[in-house]
């Protein structure tokens, strides 16, 4: 019954959150973040397999799965996932911004250039950082 009085209405990263404590709350967990943090790499696994197979149903399940799994882990490290994940995005934009500045600075434009070559920016930024 603890399940039930999640909401389905919550935001996937946080219910999914709430979920684990229920089960946590009746003894259905991982002793701490360590014992954990393998399941992360297990379920990576998973979807290199699922990807291999093309089922996008499956690695859809795959993708939830792993997102389940990083979820745990944070719990276990007194971590809130969704504040979590919206700093990286936060991160990620500004080093993106900094890198095509970067890029712009140099005369070059992102849409002339390779991976690799965006890539050696981006490691620019964040030793820069």
Known sequence: DAMRA??????????????????????????DAATALPKVS???????????????????????????????VARLLKVAPELALGAASDKFMRRFVAMEQLILSDGKSLSDMCLDEMDEYWDRIKKSE
Do not use: T
């Open 42 to 72: 297990e379920e990576a696994d998973e979807v290199r397999l699922a990807m291999l197979e093309g089922d996008k149903d499956h690695i859809a399940e795959e993708i939830g799965d792993l997102l389940f799994a990083c979820v745990n």
């Open 6 to 31: 999640v909401p389905a209405a919550f935001p996937a990263l946080m219910r999914s959150y709430k979920i684990q404590k229920k089960a946590a709350h009746v003894g259905f967990d991982w002793p």
